[in-house]
């Protein structure tokens, strides 16, 4: 597990671009084998990866930073299909999870592990983990139940569809609010026009892009914004104090998460695209 600390808008102001990507961006989420994880102190989020080879079964252990017995002890977590599926087993069930569905694991769920099935498989697991003050019932979300919503135009390049699979309205959770934006063939810009959510940390896993596809980020505040560029499967925390958007060389998807005050999907404040600099 790595640690990330929390930040202070002015810090960035003189980052080099290596700089950035050592503070915000998780590279190497996905290590064939291994469940690899971050915990940031923005929002006390984690998020990492488990990436099973065919055939193989990996368990997610506690971490010596969470001082936890086990790591759902004190924390909800939700895991995302983000390869061709697999199957997740929580204290003896299985479920059986397809691309983009996703899995709410409730606060006391002890033994939680990933499997990917015998022969050729892309199976690969997002996990994304916020503290809970309640325990909810764990809950497999399947791509066609999220709520799905149009957003944007083709005439703007940003005609994605938005899917909700954790928030206030569906399947409840006690922080987590969590979904997938997919844009269009011929869209490729993202979360814009842009905006800031003070009371909430938003972590975004970009995913669904060739080897050879990129995705430049765009963080900091309004006036004093920073890009970074990245591949697929990279993940960005944005703090709460930071806008989030994005362009890329082709479409794609993204995986987005958030924790902090509240879970209201519509609390956000937006930042007009003539106040960017």
């Known amino acids: 597990m790595k640690i990330r600390h929390a930040t202070h808008p002015d810090d960035i102001a003189g980052f080099d671009t290596r700089a950035l990507r050592e503070r915000f961006v998780a590279d190497d989420l996905f290590v064939p084998g291994t469940v690899s994880t971050h915990y940031s102190h923005h929002d006390r989020m ?24 086990y790591f759902c002890q004190r924390r909800e977590l939700a895991v995302v299909a983000v390869g061709s599926g697999g199957t997740v087993t929580v204290d003896g069930e299985r479920f059986e999870l397809a691309n983009r569905d996703v899995l709410y694991v409730g606060r ?41 919503s149009r957003a944007g135009s083709t005439e703007t390049a940003n005609l994605r569809t938005v899917y909700k699979h954790i928030h206030a309205g569906g399947v409840p959770s006690a922080q987590l609010v969590l979904g997938i934006t997919a844009l269009d063939p011929g869209s490729v810009w993202n979360s814009m026009p842009p905006h800031l959510h003070d009371r909430r940390t938003e972590i975004y896993l970009y995913m669904d892009l060739p080897a050879e596809a990129r995705v430049q980020h765009v963080m900091g505040e309004p006036d004093r914004t920073r890009g970074i560029t990245l591949a697929d499967r990279e993940a960005v925390i944005s703090p709460s104090w930071s806008v989030h958007f994005g362009s890329g060389t082709q479409n794609y998807a993204f995986v987005w998460v958030m924790a902090g005050e509240n879970q209201e999907f519509t609390d956000m404040d937006q930042v007009a695209v003539t106040e960017l600099s």
Do not use: K, M, N, Q
Request: cysteine-free.
């Open 108 to 148: 006391g769920s002890r033994d939680i592990t990933f499997t990917a099935p015998e022969g050729e498989s892309d199976a690969a697991f997002y996990l994304a983990s916020a503290l809970a003050h309640v325990s909810l019932p764990t809950t497999l979300v399947p791509l066609a139940e999220a709520d799905a």
């Open 46 to 69: 984690v998020i990492g990866g488990a990436l099973p080879r065919p055939g193989e079964t990996l368990v997610l252990p506690s971490y010596d930073p969470l001082r936890s017995e």
